[in-house]
């Protein structure tokens, strides 16, 4: 067996609508499937998505955009200072380049300001507002940001300025008082598409403003939509497929800049773009220094400047890669010494000195490990406060249980799956103590296995290139829209091997009725060591076309591998038991030995976890469900074997057979050995074998060995009498067959073990501890059935 890292779910789909699906837009079944469980439950809705008319929503439908465009177009006849607020994260850079270069088009008095999450923290505060008032802003346009400062609405009241909110995090029992708030998520909100990310909500103030869609701002809209993890669905999908499409040939001179230097090329631009290459980089910048410099590089002109921005933002990334890597290390030791999974459904752990700007990353890294809700904070003993970031699990929503803690979260805001906040540092115990207590009423033991949920259970035969060209019909992927990840089950290995400079990689070809397939699967070169060859395998992961030498083929990106049925690992012939000592799992593993003489010989660091298997009654007493068992050395007999699997449902049999000579490849006496042995005795009389048994073997052209043999065999018999090492023939002794010896029942017994479990095939072994365990669990079943 090998388990999985994941719980796998496979969506159930609706065969019949698959198939209508699959008749009436002409696609594969594959495609048809993945369509269904994306929600898709009509002809008319899937067909929007793969081939609908692109077209955005009014942007006056959402509630205040008339008051907000109204007062803006105002502001910029007037000349009157605008000031922009944003947010330190992609969304909120991409979501402050939006709206500037929107109100530099249409001629606006126009500035940002993003908080410095360090000496500010996250969201609008008093003393931005005070010092934007002193410097003569009549308004303030939050975006991305703003949907939670009730205190600092009334600030800029007070201050007698103008504020609009545009945001898209969860609102509030209470919302700010404002002369507008755009917000597609308001309990009055008609809006048609609620789950704009913030970058979407500035992009509709822009299209307002505009009076048309903004087109040009597409490229810059899709890297907050993308980046923020929102649902690639409705208004979402139609920004990340036009704005791909856009930023392919952008003329944007700091997007260039910072593609250029990441070696992306243009033309291969996508999701994963801007998951893995854009994003980082721009949020490392708020996550470090200031967020402005994100901006002005977006909003850059000229291309030194574009050119020098980028490398401090590659340098401010590697360096937050390695400040990242710094903390998670810390984390994971705070939570194996203080916090245990074991007592702690939510982590809330934090320490002085961790960078605010990265314990996000580090609580989705704790949480990737641990699949628990977590909570890293940065504790400031001077200022007494802790301020942290939040990542959850399906089951636990962070947004309204951290609700629940609003009398000691002065400060907070996210999403069911994120959340950031401040809070008093002998809070934080509480804090703890509050969402453990909420946790244990909201998730069971099963919520706490991280789960992988996979679109289909595919057959080899229908993974061809025209279902995977169609299937790209559904990009871009995101949230609400995955990279389909499909289930392979129970199929026959023809290779496998590792790749990679350190082996850390896996390659391998399957095949099931005639058909195959490639996978790769990176970081899963160990599982080598846990796959028999001889295994049937099931893998989860993603469909792709591999192209090399302009040869096309399907290929399976590998996210997990499991092996259902117990496996067998061939260890015969090995010198040394200590690479297998290695190679075993710790876990309820098991060192079976039948002599224990030969333990000191072979390994004697393996002593505590041998299990002595001296006869039946001990094989009939052994527990071997489910574990990893070595079969150091060689049983007496085959009964005591069976009975050791009777039963028993192994997960894995390593297979040593230790022997210290070998009866397989010793001379076994025929009948005519046994004749001429009988006449002599009768011709000879009395032998003192002691002394001249070598030199009738050597005469004979036998062994030792085989003398002894037939004559324990004729004293088994009553043909003859030994004493002292003299033997003699017993004179009216009755005729009886040599099988009668239990002597050589035993040798014939051994020979017969030794053919079929120690110089046999690796198939023919397999088969005959398959075919041991078969008969066990099929003896237990008709038991249970008749007690």
């Known amino acids: 067996m090998l388990s999985s890292k994941t719980r796998w779910i496979v969506r159930k789909s609706d065969e019949q609508l698959i198939k209508?699906?699959?008749?009436?837009?002409?696609?594969?079944?594959?495609?048809?499937?993945?369509?269904?469980?994306?929600?898709?439950?009509?002809?008319?809705?899937?067909?929007?998505?793969?081939?609908?008319?692109?077209?955005?929503?009014?942007?006056?439908?959402?509630?205040?955009?008339?008051?907000?465009?109204?007062?803006?177009?105002?502001?910029?006849?007037?000349?009157?200072p605008i000031l922009i607020f944003g947010d330190y994260d992609a969304d909120g850079v991409s979501s402050t380049s939006v709206l500037m270069i929107t109100l530099r088009d249409l001629g606006a008095n126009v500035q940002f300001h993003i908080p410095n999450r360090f000496s500010e923290g996250y969201g609008p505060n008093e003393a931005a507002f005070r010092s934007a008032a002193e410097n003569g802003i009549n308004l303030i346009i939050t975006v991305d940001t703003g949907i939670s400062a009730t205190y600092e609405a009334s600030v800029a009241k007070e201050l007698g300025m103008d504020l609009i909110i545009t945001d898209h995090h969860e609102p509030g029992p209470v919302l700010p008082e404002a002369l507008a708030i755009i917000h597609p998520k308001l309990p009055d909100s008609t809006y048609p598409f609620r789950e704009l990310a913030g970058v979407g909500v500035a992009f509709?103030?822009?299209?307002?403003?505009?009076?048309?869609?903004?087109?040009?701002?597409?490229?810059?809209?899709?890297?907050?939509?993308?980046?923020?993890?929102?649902?690639?669905?409705?208004?979402n999908r139609l920004i990340a497929k036009k704005g791909l499409e856009k930023l392919k040939t952008t003329n944007n001179i700091g997007l260039r800049a910072i593609l250029k230097l990441a070696g992306v090329d243009p033309m291969s631009i996508n999701e994963e773009t801007i998951g893995f290459t854009l994003a980082p980089r721009i949020n490392a910048v708020g996550r470090l220094e200031d967020a402005d410099l994100a901006v002005q590089l977006i909003l850059t002109d000229d291309p030194l400047e574009a050119e020098s921005l980028a490398s401090e933002m590659d340098?401010?990334?590697?360096?937050?890669?390695?400040?990242?890597?710094?903390?998670?290390?810390?984390?994971?030791?705070?939570?194996?010494?203080?916090?245990?999974?074991?007592?702690?459904?939510?982590?809330?752990?934090?320490?002085?000195?961790?960078?605010?700007?990265?314990?996000?990353?580090?609580?989705?890294?704790?949480?990737?490990?641990?699949?628990?809700?977590?909570?890293?904070?940065?504790?400031?003993?001077?200022?007494?406060?802790?301020?942290?970031s939040a990542?959850?699990?399906?089951?636990?929503?962070?947004?309204?249980?951290?609700?629940?803690?609003?009398?000691?979260?002065?400060?907070?805001?996210?999403?069911?799956?994120?959340?950031?906040?401040?809070?008093?540092?002998?809070?934080?115990?509480?804090?703890?103590?509050?969402?453990?207590?909420?946790?244990?009423?909201?998730?069971?033991?099963?919520?706490?296995?991280?789960?992988?949920?996979?679109?289909?259970?595919i057959k080899?035969?229908?993974?061809?290139?025209?279902?995977?060209?169609?299937?790209?019909?559904?990009?871009?992927?995101?949230?609400?829209?995955?990279?389909?990840?499909?289930?392979?089950?129970?199929?026959?290995?023809?290779?496998?091997?590792?790749?990679?400079?350190?082996?850390?990689?896996?390659?391998?070809?399957?095949?099931?009725?005639?058909?195959?397939?490639?996978?790769?699967?990176?970081?899963?070169g160990p599982l080598v060591d846990h796959i028999s060859p001889a295994s049937k395998i099931s893998l989860i992961g993603e469909l792709s076309v591999n192209e090399w030498n302009n040869i096309r083929k399907p290929q399976i990106f590998i996210h997990d591998i499991a092996v259902e049925s117990w496996q067998l690992f061939d260890y015969r012939g090995q010198k040394r038991i200590n690479s297998l000592s290695n190679a075993v799992p710790a876990d309820n593993r098991k060192f079976i030995i039948f002599n224990q003489e030969h333990l000191e010989k072979i390994n004697p660091n393996i002593i505590d976890e041998t299990i002595f298997i001296k006869d039946v009654e001990d094989a009939k007493s052994f527990d071997g469900n489910k574990a990893n068992i070595v079969l150091v050395d060689f049983p007496s007999s085959k009964e005591i074997l069976k009975v050791l699997f009777k039963g028993k449902q192994p997960a894995r049999i390593y297979a040593y057979?230790?022997?210290?000579?070998?009866?397989?490849?010793?001379?076994?006496?025929?009948?005519?050995?046994?004749?001429?042995?009988?006449?002599?005795?009768?011709?000879?009389?009395?032998?003192?074998?002691?002394?001249?048994?070598?030199?009738?073997?050597?005469?004979?052209?036998?062994?030792?060995?085989?003398?002894?043999?037939?004559?324990?065999?004729?004293?088994?018999?009553?043909?003859?009498?030994?004493?002292?090492?003299?033997?003699?023939?017993?004179?009216?002794?009755?005729?009886?067959?040599?099988?009668?010896?239990?002597?050589?029942?035993?040798?014939?017994?051994?020979?017969?073990?030794?053919?079929?479990?120690?110089?046999?095939?690796?198939?023919?072994l397999k088969a005959w501890f398959d075919q041991v365990i078969k008969e066990s669990v099929e003896t237990e079943e008709v038991i249970e059935e008749w007690t």
């Open 391 to 457: 990542r959850s699990i399906a089951g636990f929503d962070l947004f309204k249980n951290l609700s629940t803690c609003r009398d000691i979260l002065p400060h907070f805001g996210g999403h069911p799956m994120a959340a950031g906040m401040t809070l008093n540092l002998e809070n934080v115990a509480e804090l703890r103590t509050r969402l453990n207590l909420l946790a244990e009423e909201q998730l069971t033991p099963e919520d706490l296995i991280p789960v992988t949920f996979l679109d289909e259970e």
């Open 460 to 524: 080899l035969q229908h993974v061809n290139l025209s279902s995977l060209d169609e299937m790209s019909l559904l990009a871009p992927f995101g949230m609400d829209n995955p990279k389909p990840k499909v289930l392979i089950n129970n199929v026959d290995i023809t290779n496998i091997r590792k790749i990679g400079s350190e082996q850390n990689h896996l390659k391998v070809l399957v095949n099931d009725s005639g058909a195959n397939l490639d996978g790769v699967g990176f970081g899963l």
């Open 204 to 235: 509709k103030l822009a299209h307002a403003l505009y009076g048309e869609v903004p087109e040009h701002l597409l490229e810059i809209a899709v890297i907050g939509t993308i980046a923020d993890l929102v649902s690639l669905k409705d208004e």
């Open 20 to 80: 209508k699906l699959e008749t009436e837009l002409k696609i594969t079944p594959l495609v048809a499937s993945l369509l269904v469980n994306r929600g898709f439950n009509t002809v008319e809705s899937a067909r929007y998505f793969l081939f609908g008319k692109e077209e955005f929503h009014d942007p006056f439908l959402l509630t205040g955009m008339d008051i907000a465009v109204t007062r803006i177009h105002e502001a910029i006849e007037n000349q009157e």
């Open 315 to 388: 340098a401010l990334n590697k360096s937050r890669q390695s400040i990242v890597n710094s903390i998670t290390t810390e984390a994971m030791e705070e939570v194996e010494k203080n916090f245990p999974i074991e007592s702690n459904k939510v982590l809330v752990i934090g320490k002085e000195g961790w960078n605010a700007g990265v314990i996000g990353i580090v609580a989705s890294r704790l949480v990737e490990k641990y699949y628990r809700p977590t909570i890293v904070l940065n504790f400031d003993p001077d200022k007494g406060v802790a301020k942290g």
């Open 657 to 764: 057979f230790y022997k210290e000579s070998s009866d397989f490849f010793s001379t076994v006496p025929t009948r005519d050995h046994f004749k001429w042995f009988y006449a002599f005795l009768l011709k000879k009389g009395p032998i003192d074998l002691k002394r001249h048994g070598g030199d009738l073997a050597k005469h004979r052209g036998w062994s030792q060995e085989t003398i002894n043999f037939m004559s324990k065999v004729f004293s088994d018999l009553d043909f003859v009498t030994i004493n002292n090492g003299f033997i003699t023939l017993n004179t009216g002794a009755q005729k009886r067959d040599l099988t009668d010896s239990r002597t050589y029942q035993i040798k014939q017994a051994q020979y017969e073990l030794e053919r079929e479990l120690l110089f046999s095939s690796f198939q023919d």
